[in-house]
């Protein structure tokens, strides 16, 4: 799938900008060297060829294009193809709203982002895991309540954006639950979620990198947005970082991770050339 498109002003921008090199080189060269009459009709074939070559390189450039670094409001921010757990500083992992941890394929799929890092991941039990989630220092208002009727599961729900820092993880109560256990989230939700975690991020990042996925951009369901693309979800995290108060201080960045799989969706040079990355 081609995300640019062959007569994308940002492709013909970026060939003016090569082509306006090659021509003051070669506008010197003219200068000291003598090329025969003859000649100059070929020349000038082959130096339009050579353009053309360049411009079908700049377009094949912009759509396989896998990183890009911006700017948001002041702090470095990287998005690239990349895998999570490779990634250094402090990794963002998306728990469900009551940080379940078994992975069933009822409660967490084991395909899912937070099924491989409890299943691969993991240096400890999922029972010492649990321990230390029920230990730790949430806020007093991030417990929102105890529903003693859940059937599978735990029974402590926490607010969507908190986080549990676990060594080099920040665990995140992402996604809201239905009755099925089915992960769901309405958009005003999302928009929540994000404005939460960002604002956390903040208070806990302590001037490491942070990396996270495209939140949303798994098996949880935005509820009546089920056409939404994961560029359009990665447009809507950028927008709300700026307008959040994080801010990463040099020389700590923020690294949106997109999966392989996942990159023929994002033209990442719309992105790049947008102000803020929205």
Known sequence: MKKVSFIDKRVFDNFLKVTSYISLTLS?????????????????????????????LIWIWANALSKIDIKVEGSDVTIKVGDIFQQKGLKAIAFNEYFDTQVDNKIIAEKSLNGIFINNYLNVSVSALDDHIRKYEFEDDELIERKSDRVLGKVDRYQIGTICIYGEYLLTAFSKFDENNKALLTMPEYLEFLINFWDKVNNVYAQKDVSTPIFGSGITRIKGHKSISDEDLLKIMLWTFRISEMRFKYPARLTIVIHKDKINQINLLDIKSARNGV
């Open 28 to 56: 010197l060269v003219v200068l000291f060297v003598n090329i025969p009459k003859d000649y100059k009709s070929l020349y000038g074939w082959i130096f339009l060829g050579f353009l053309v070559v360049i411009y079908i």
